[in-house]
């Protein structure tokens, strides 16, 4: 809805901007098809960055041809070089010189010395080049800088019109090599410590490297103490298990390691208080076993809440295990008190060895500590029932002759190994082996292997009534979801929530607030929302069904994903127009090939990406230069920071103070946030991910504040409704009635298109709040995200302080600028939940009042109610010739010409001289002017100037519009089109019955356009064709939306009530006011809920909703919230 910058034009709403007959189905749907898929760009033309084997002249061009001829491009630059240069092939001097080949350079560096890179940062337009490198005594050398301009070929000057903020002239965009580290073995895994300053990767050789930020060296290798090469003990056919992931509790002091030994090590990353360095740290304190052949672990994730590590395995199953770190000290191996067992099922110990067997009697008298539901704790001596260490009866047995094969042979050298370092190494001995009770298990929780585990708290998934949930994707394509809560009695159980399935198998997966990205093996990346449980988008890569996602993470609406043989590519989720937005990261060198993806926060405020290559670590800084980039995207890089704010406010809200946070002033702070979503409906492929934030973003607001239940209503091709409920906590019922009254606030959270073109005119960016001159300008400030939230602001203030007398009940819909698409259909089927499941004062349905503010004053002087709306027929109508477009000097007048036709069946409409809607019966239903209404209008004439009988026109008055004819052909003078397209509307007033008018247009137009010649018909009750059988010309009728009138009853007790209170904010009357617009969900939430509807307008006329420089004066937006908060109190007084 709009409103003009002029009082005469004030009655003319753009309702519905968006309205397209032909809006093609969003793709949403529980699975994903080829007809929900969005084509994205695979970038195989990328620039390559931080490549060796091109110069530096290349880097800066962009090539637009196809992969096949890059790489042959490549190729020929090779050839033209005398050797490769390779990261360690080259030795720089220092920053500004140029770098030379090392006559010893060899292709790797040996063994697991830190390696630099050639250069330390992405080319980029700055002048002045920035710097990440170590102090000068940390290094021998330090890496070349050099500054490059990047200029596209295929430059366009519009699209730096894009208020995205991705330009190509934004060299901070692009991302920038900070350090490279090489390896003999893969990086198969990675993550940060931000806190400790560390990073640390899991290697395909069984190695935890363990890297400085402050001196990008490497510090520790956690795991080479027991693989040194040197000892009796080595076996040319052993190899260490690969360690396929990691993770990090909360406070950053364990490091959790699992691979393919099937076992989860702990690691304490503290400092010994009362020792050195390394007599504690990086000591493992904990080995989890479990005695179920569960193969390699691919997936594990520390859940802080619960103190639970989950599991996801080879054998498709899902395991969980109970640790409790707070009382570390008294689960040791000398601890000789003897706790009872916890009832760990040792029916499954058949399956092992005889000599498993016979020590069952050890096993069971193996010293345990059960603290606060946790699992068995053994001893080192129990080493022999770890995995790798167990042996099959017939397939480890010797062989002919009395050998050994080779895994048994490895068998007995691992127990000799762990026998000497139980014996020599102190540390070993206070290692706690813990067991995984039998029922702690999920069996098959996939067809596949669980590739994916992650855990969100606090959160709302569908419908359930839990907030705890763990996520798994397995190769299956399934992704599962999982509800659990920690019993101190019972411990953790998973209990399956919803499955939702993809194409492919899932490798990879990231939580970006309510959206679930999933990597899968077929190069594609498909996006769920969780909170609607919908396929909300598809990207594709390109026809390379071999290349796999194997790990991806989000910053800042760009996918970072690291694939089996495409390297690291950053995408933009929103554009693909800038050379920024699609960037190859990764050397050809590591083959295309990247394992692990990992974005995080350093405490210096920028943004780092670490890759895990085939051999080799990179840091990237991916630190945009938007600093107004919206708030969700650091939110998402600190979950755990989110959790403790929401949970601090929830605290405050039990503490009572809650106040704090409902001031004005924090209102507008959310208004900020609020406005910053692209929630723009016209271009929902675009902006899908944006309005789904938003929605979550309402969700959250609602939580914080107290509401009784909050859910996303979802709709099949459009954005969902977000649904929120507060229950009436007034100690005083001023009714008397134990059923207290119910309201139902109607708003929504979509704006009109507000980027590139649209926004070339503002003079402030469109989604950044901008206060001025007493005004707040940003697109959707007015329409409606300004007064839907001062409503929010007002009931939570009255529930804050105990004064809620009735029950509050918010609808918020994402569709309303596209005619409100899906939105009776959800209404209906909820219609249950919305009405409180229980008789309403005023009707079958528990719905009393309606209220709304999406409308303006008829100044920027007087305040205003509004008590009426006109409604609207939308109509396509369309001949169509069964010759094709033929030339008027050939065929001009031999038959009936189609545009001929439109112009005679348009004329039949309207009278030429009345200009009466010529439709039979048209005018019978529309009510008489009454002396109240007549003392109204004379009351607005007063204070406008306007006549009385304009305003009666606009207002109470139908009429008929034609908006546009379109014709096929080329366009010029010489055509007769083959079709001719004429797109009309009319609007009708309260009283009036628009299916009747519906129909009755249908009707006409056919007896109208068969007058034409004879003919036949056939009619329905949305389109109609009729055919000319004579000229062979045919007519086809679509009505593509409608809305129906809506008039309030201005003397009832809510508009009573409003116009009191307005009075007395104001110190002036307000205007009773009708408009001429529609807006299409009023008439039929008081149809659907049989209870009246009341509507207070909110900006000036002078507000250009839906123009450039959109705005809201701040004292109307803090003087509705205060209307609103006195009308709700005094609504359940009553």
């Known amino acids: 809805m709009t409103s003009p910058n002029n009082t005469s034009s004030n009655f003319n709403i753009h309702e519905s901007e968006y309205l397209s007959q032909d809006r093609k189905p969003l793709p949403l749907s529980s699975t994903p098809s080829t007809e929900n898929i969005i084509l994205t760009p695979r970038t195989h033309t990328p620039i390559r960055l931080n490549s060796p084997h091109i110069n530096m002249a290349e880097l800066a061009i962009h090539n637009n041809q196809k992969q096949q001829q890059q790489q042959q491009q490549q190729q020929q630059q090779r050839s033209k070089q005398s050797s490769p240069l390779f990261f360690s092939d080259t030795k720089v001097s220092g920053p500004g010189t140029v770098a030379t080949m090392a006559s010893n350079a060899t ?71 900070v350090h490279k580290w090489s390896h003999t073995h893969s990086i198969l895994c990675c993550l940060a410590s931000p806190k400790n300053r560390l990073l640390f990767c899991g290697t395909q050789d069984g190695k935890i490297l363990v890297y400085d930020m402050n001196t ?136 092992q060895s005889s000599q498993h067997q016979n020590n069952t009697n050890h096993h069971q008298q193996t010293h345990r500590n059960i603290n606060n539901g946790c699992n068995d704790t053994k001893n080192i001596s129990d080493i022999e029932r770890l995995p790798h260490f167990r042996y099959d009866k017939f397939f480890d047995s010797k062989g002919p002759g009395g050998s050994q ?255 704090k946070k409902l001031s004005n002033d924090d209102m507008l702070i959310m208004l900020q946030k609020y406005v910053a979503f692209k929630t723009i409906s016209k271009n929902p492929q675009l902006y899908l991910e944006e309005s789904r934030h938003c929605a979550q973003f309402l969700c959250k607001l609602f939580n914080n504040f107290g509401a009784y239940q909050t859910k996303l209503l979802p709709i099949s091709n459009g954005n969902p409704i977000v649904f929120s409920e507060f229950k009436a906590n007034s100690t005083t019922n001023g009714t008397g009635n134990a059923r207290r009254p119910r309201l139902l606030w109607y708003a929504h959270y979509d704006v009109v298109d507000a980027t590139k073109n649209e926004a070339k005119d503002w003079k402030t960016d469109p989604f950044i709040l901008t206060a001025k001159e007493g005004n707040l300008y940003a697109r959707g400030v007015s329409d409606n995200k300004g007064p839907t939230l001062a409503a929010i602001y007002s009931v939570a203030e009255l529930y804050h302080r105990q004064q809620l007398n009735c029950d509050v009940v918010f609808i918020i819909e994402g569709e309303e600028e596209c005619g409100s698409i899906g939105f009776q259909k959800v209404i209906n089927d909820n219609k249950q939940l919305i009405s409180g499941g229980s008789g309403g004062g005023n009707g079958t349905t528990g719905i009393d009042w309606i209220m709304l503010s999406n409308s303006y004053w008829l100044d ?146 056919n007896e109208n356009f068969a007058k034409l010649s004879s003919s036949s018909s056939s009619s329905s009750s949305s389109m109609d064709t009729t055919t000319n059988s004579i000229t062979g010309n045919k007519l086809s009728v679509e009505i593509f939306h409608q809305a129906e009138p809506w008039l309030g009853d201005h003397e009832n007790k809510v508009y009573s009530i409003l116009f009191k209170n307005l009075k007395n904010h104001w110190n002036q009357e307000p205007l009773f006011i009708r408009e001429g617009g529609s807006i299409p969900s009023i008439r039929f939430l008081e149809k659907c809920f049989n209870a009246p509807a009341a509507q207070i307008p909110c900006g000036q006329s002078s507000d250009n909703a839906h123009l450039k420089d959109e705005k809201l004066r701040i004292i109307n937006l803090f003087k509705l919230r205060a209307i609103l908060t006195d009308t709700f109190k005094e609504l359940g007084m009553s």
């Open 216 to 351: 990008y060296t490497l510090t520790h290798i956690i795991g080479n103490e027991n693989n040194n090469t040197n000892t009796e003990d080595h076996h040319p056919h052993h190899q260490s298990a690969s360690i396929l992931t990691i993770c990090l509790n909360k406070d950053e002091t364990k490091l959790f390691v699992a691979g393919s030994d099937s076992l989860v090590k702990i690691y304490n990353l503290q400092k010994n208080p009362n020792g050195s360095d390394d007599d504690k740290k990086y000591q493992c304190t904990h080995v989890i076993y479990s005695l179920v052949d569960i193969g390699d672990i691919f997936s594990i994730h520390w859940c802080d809440s619960t103190s639970t590590i989950y599991i996801g395995a080879q054998n498709a199953s899902i395991l969980w295990c109970h640790i409790s770190f707070d009382n570390e000290d008294l689960v040791t191996n000398g601890d000789n008190k003897k706790q009872p067992s916890n009832g760990i099922n040792h029916k499954h110990k058949h399956k």
């Open 405 to 659: 094969n080779t895994l048994q042979t490895t068998h007995n050298l691992l127990k000799r190994r762990y026998s000497k370092t139980t014996n020599e190494s102190k540390h070993h001995s206070s290692i706690k082996l813990i067991e995984c009770k039998s029922d702690d298990i999920i069996r098959f929780a996939h067809n596949g292997y669980v590739y994916c585990l992650d855990v969100i708290t606090n959160a709302t998934i569908s419908d359930s009534s839990e907030s705890n949930f763990l996520i798994s994707g397995g190769g299956d394509g399934i992704i599962n979801i999982w509800s659990f809560n920690h019993n101190p009695t019972i411990g953790v159980k998973l209990i399956k929530v919803a499955s939702l399935e993809n194409d492919e198998s899932i490798l990879s997966m990231k939580i970006q607030d309510s959206l679930l990205y999933v990597g899968l093996s077929d190069c594609s990346i498909n996006v769920w929302d969780l909170l609607t449980l919908q396929l909300i988008r598809s990207f594709q890569f390109g026809d390379n069904n071999f290349d796999e996602i194997l790990s991806l993470d989000i910053y800042d609406n760009c996918i970072y994903k690291g694939s089996s043989s495409t390297g690291l590519i950053k995408l933009s989720i929103l554009n693909h127009q800038f050379i920024s937005d699609k960037i190859l990261m990764s050397s050809e060198i590591e083959d295309g090939v990247i394992n692990a993806v990992k974005i995080f926060p350093s405490d210096d405020d920028k943004i780092y990406l670490l890759s895990g290559a085939s051999k080799s670590l990179s840091l990237w800084d991916i630190t945009t230069s938007k600093s107004t980039t919206n708030q969700r995207h650091d939110k998402n890089l600190n979950d755990d920071e989110e959790q403790e704010q929401e949970q601090e406010q929830e605290q405050e809200l039990l503490n009572g103070e809650l106040h």
């Open 107 to 177: 292709p790797h560096c040996q063994h697991h010395q830190p390696q630099f890179s050639t250069f330390s940062q992405i080319p980029n337009t700055s002048s002045k080049p920035t710097s990440q490198l170590p102090p000068a005594s940390a290094l021998s050398s330090s890496p070349l800088e050099m500054p490059i301009t990047t200029t596209p070929s295929y430059y366009n000057p519009q699209d730096l019109n894009d208020n995205d903020n991705h330009s190509i002239n934004n060299d901070n965009n692009l991302p920038r090599l």
């Open 860 to 1005: 920027d002087l007087t305040p205003c109610l509004n008590y009426g709306l006109r409604g609207v027929i939308n109509a396509s109508i369309t001949i169509k010739s069964d010759k094709p477009d033929r030339h008027s000097g050939v065929d001009g007048g031999v038959s009936r010409e189609p545009t001929m036709d439109m112009m005679h069946l348009l004329s039949t409409l309207v009278d030429p001289i009345t200009r009466k809607i010529q439709l039979p019966g048209f005018y019978n239903d529309i009510l008489p002017l009454t002396s109240s209404e007549k003392k109204l209008y004379d009351t607005i004439a007063q204070y406008s100037g306007i006549k009385v009988s304009t305003l009666m026109t606009k207002w109470r008055e139908p009429s008929l519009t034609i908006h546009k004819i379109q014709v096929s052909g080329p366009n010029n003078n010489t055509v007769i089109p083959q079709i001719v397209k004429a797109t009309i509307s009319m609007r009708i007033v309260p009283n009036q019955d628009l299916s009747k008018i519906k129909q009755s247009l249908i009707d006409t137009l």
